[in-house]
T-cell receptor
């Protein structure tokens, strides 16, 4: 299993719907998780971080972490065309003396007006 | 808005040339990183630095080198460019206390002919 795995999509949702983006991870990646948004031709930008089991809400975004199932998700409520981008799931692991970030390949989201 | 700058944004160069990609940040962050990203693929860490005079290689083997003489500056150098070096290079920085929350520059797209 890859350390951080995402369905590459594309995931298409109509405007106003809930977009659900999912990510699974291996045993080695277990500290914390981050969701980055990357518009086409642009750099990634951090939108959510989650450090413990449960839900974390920030505006229209909710991150969910389930360590027992090794599963992280990002929900986007009231999806807008401006949410169309690739969403990167990123896991943090602690190696010998240092932390390491592992990026997933990303899920491409398309919000249809 | 993140205060991290990369130059050049785009570079087309012939095989065998020496190139330096510049990266500067004005946020006073100790940690700086260079990532490589090919279209549709995940980001791979090629170099990182946790402070002045500290540099380490990342998980992706690279023929490039870096230096960190000043906190704000983290240039990447290729002594002899090859077509296999064609890629997008992303510089990022983070606060020491907040591992995983990266601020990215706009990227340098390198094409080696």
């Amino acid at each position: 299993q890859k350390e951080v795995e995402q369905n590459s999509g594309p995931l298409s949702v109509p405007e106003g719907a809930i977009a659900s983006l999912n990510c699974t991870y291996s045993d080695r990646v277990s500290q914390s998780f981050f969701w980055y948004r990357q518009y086409s031709g642009k750099s990634p930008e951090l939108i959510m971080s989650i450090y413990s089991n449960g839900d974390k809400e920030d505006g229209r975004f909710t991150a969910q972490l389930n360590k027992a199932s090794q599963y992280v998700s990002l929900l986007i409520r009231d999806s807008q065309p401006s949410d169309s981008a690739t969403y990167l799931c990123v896991g943090l692991s602690k190696g010998a003396g240092s932390y390491q970030l592992t990026f997933g390949k990303g899920t491409k989201l398309s919000v249809i007006p | 808005e993140a205060d991290i700058y990369q130059t050049p944004r785009y570079l087309v160069i012939g095989t065998g040339k020496k190139i330096t990609l510049e990266c500067s940040q004005t946020m006073g962050h100790d940690k700086m990183y260079w990532y490589q990203q090919d279209p549709g693929m995940e980001l791979h860490l090629i170099h990182y630095s946790y402070g002045v005079n500290s540099t380490e290689k990342g998980d992706l083997s690279s023929e490039s080198t870096v230096s960190r003489i000043r906190t704000e500056h983290f240039p990447l150098t290729l002594e002899s460019a090859r077509p296999s070096h064609t890629s997008q290079y992303l510089c990022a920085s983070s606060e020491s206390a907040v591992v995983g929350e990266l601020f990215f520059g706009e990227g340098s797209r390198l094409t080696v002919l």
